[in-house]
């Protein structure tokens, strides 16, 4: 079955940087777009970036020029650089697939940034 494992996520002062990963298995992982999506306390869920099969990247207008998906298709992983951290950036942070158009969520990895 499609598992997505999130990971990396944690306590960093504004300014600082964290790199997230989310391991995906179950499907053939290369053949997928993949997504990180955010949720900040009392907020709706919302994309932050996604990258196509083939590499192709976009980003949510508030973490363009900070943010930096990528993957690495031998190890079934998607990754999410974050610099300049700030206060806003406060959430947990979601992986994202859709497979055979089935959305498939990991469980989340709670990234806070505060001074």
């Known amino acids: 079955q499609v598992q997505l494992v999130e990971s990396g996520g944690g306590f960093v002062q504004p300014g600082g940087s964290l790199r997230l990963s989310c391991a995906a298995s179950?499907?053939?992982?290369?053949?997928?777009?993949m997504s990180w999506y955010r949720q900040a306390p009392g907020k709706e869920r919302e994309l932050v970036a996604r990258?196509?099969?083939?590499?192709?990247?976009n980003y949510a207008d508030s973490v363009k020029g900070k943010f930096t998906i990528s993957r690495d298709n031998a190890k079934n992983t998607v990754y999410l650089q974050m610099n300049s951290l700030k206060p806003e950036d406060t959430a947990v942070y979601y992986c994202?697939?859709?497979?055979?158009?089935?959305?498939?969520w990991g469980q989340g990895t709670q990234v806070t940034v505060s001074s």
């Open positions: 990258i196509t099969a083939g590499g192709s990247t």
């Open positions: 994202n697939g859709v497979v055979y158009t089935v959305p498939y």
């Open positions: 179950g499907f053939t992982f290369s053949g997928y777009a």
